[in-house]
């Protein structure tokens, strides 16, 4: 495969998330922590918005970092004027490509919106700028005017077409024709913009990349409008597991950064969410702790280190004697076969009253609660 450039938004679609609002400060970590793990690009923001996101993303842009900065705009000539304020170098323009976006947007009015888009890349070329076009709503557009708006941004000098599954209707399959035939008409590189609507994100964002498109959009958390994006975690460490494609990016500090982003936005991740949640290397049922006490790779698919996590193995309802004599051993404890198997009997019972995993203090005491009982 050939040089993925990843362009993460979580500073753009990623605070579209209704009810996610970041401060400046806030913006600034996750910039500063988006660049120091290697990140390629980011999109910072809208300006059009007013002061108080042109302020964070001036604040961004003095930090003078390594990562490419991206800034968002309708195809409308005061939104690249602001974009330009911030003192940005690069710019997106975005422009309904579907009958229905067009017909809610533009009235129809298709000549129209070409008209606003060529003026805007016309503007921001001649300030210098470079821009890059986002077809909205690309997966639900008509194949030739797609292919038409994508072959005109080019014509008249961008240097980048982003194919968006705007509402997330399309699978891999579907996604990787579809991107494949952009990409085999256009000169200028393709870049994925993909949502979760269907749980789909990830895998339409590598179905996209595998189809030829060099630049991926990503979130962290996967955090955006509804459903959300690609999740950031998830496409690296996919290209990088599934593919064999390294894209430099300091994987280790994946959690960090998950946990920065969920804090600044009030939005948890879930104990299941691959990568970054909780659970992601805690193993409770018998069989699987079991495999992972012999060699973790039974039921681990790559390292927990290599995205920031320890492993946990966790006591509740569906251990196995395996697990649980470790623990106890760990803490000097060496049960019998029968003994073993009287404690799991509570743990089972306790887990199912108490509708989790026991502490390893609750498990502590259990032990010599019945061992005092027993002995009396
Ligand atoms: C798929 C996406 O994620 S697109 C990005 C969506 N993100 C956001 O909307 C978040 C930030 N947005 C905002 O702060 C505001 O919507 C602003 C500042 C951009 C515009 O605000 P307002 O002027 O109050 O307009 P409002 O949001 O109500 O309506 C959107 C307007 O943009 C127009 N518009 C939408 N997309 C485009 C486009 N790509 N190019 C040109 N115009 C567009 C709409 O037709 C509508 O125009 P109208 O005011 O002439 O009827
Ligand atoms: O950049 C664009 O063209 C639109 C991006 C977007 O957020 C989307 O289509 O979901």
């Not at 599954?165 to 990409?183: I, S």
């Not at 470790?326 to 019998?336: A, T």
């Amino acid at each position: 495969m050939y040089q993925i450039m990843i362009n993460d938004t979580t500073l753009r679609d990623g605070e579209q998330a209704a009810g996610v609002a970041f401060n400046l400060e806030e913006k600034v970590a996750i910039a500063q922590f988006l660049d120091t793990i290697g990140v390629h690009e980011l999109e910072v923001g809208i300006p059009a918005m007013g002061e108080e996101e042109i302020r964070a993303i001036v604040a961004i842009r003095n930090l003078d970092l390594n990562a490419k900065l991206l800034g968002w705009n309708r195809a409308v000539l005061s939104d690249i004027k602001a974009s330009i304020a911030c003192g940005l170098e690069r710019v997106h323009i975005a422009i309904p490509v579907s009958g229905v976006q067009i017909a809610a947007k533009f009235h129809g009015q298709w000549r129209v919106s070409l008209q606003k888009l060529k003026d805007c890349i016309s503007f921001a070329l001649d300030q210098g700028l470079w821009v890059s076009v986002g077809g909205e709503d690309s997966s639900r557009a008509d194949e030739n005017f797609l292919q038409d708006v994508a072959m005109l941004s080019q014509e008249w000098g961008a240097s980048r077409f982003r194919f968006c599954d705007t509402v997330g209707v399309l699978d891999p399959f579907r996604t990787h024709l579809k991107v494949k035939h952009l990409v085999s008409t256009l000169s200028i590189p393709i870049e994925i913009h993909t949502h979760n609507d269907f749980g789909l994100a990830t895998a339409n964002a590598l179905a996209g990349i595998k189809a030829g498109a060099v630049s991926v959009n990503t979130t962290v958390n996967g955090l955006g409008e509804r459903a959300g994006n690609a999740a950031l975690e998830e496409v690296i460490m996919a290209l990088k597991c599934i593919y064999g494609v390294d894209l430099g990016i300091q994987t280790q500090h994946l959690l960090k950064l998950s946990q920065l982003v969920a804090k600044a936005s009030g939005a948890n991740v879930q104990p299941w969410k691959a990568i970054v949640g909780e659970n992601t290397f805690a193993h409770e049922s018998g069989i699987h702790a079991h495999g992972v006490l012999q060699n973790p790779v039974t039921y681990e698919p790559y390292a927990p280190e290599d995205v920031g996590w320890e492993r946990r193995l966790v006591i509740g309802k569906h251990s196995g004697r395996h697990s649980l004599s470790n623990l106890l051993e760990q803490h000097g404890i060496f049960l019998d076969s029968q003994e073993t198997q009287a404690i799991l009997d509570v743990v089972r019972q306790q887990s199912i009253l108490k509708k989790r995993s026991l502490t390893t203090e609750e498990l502590l005491n259990l032990v010599s609660e019945k061992r005092y009982s027993h002995a009396t």
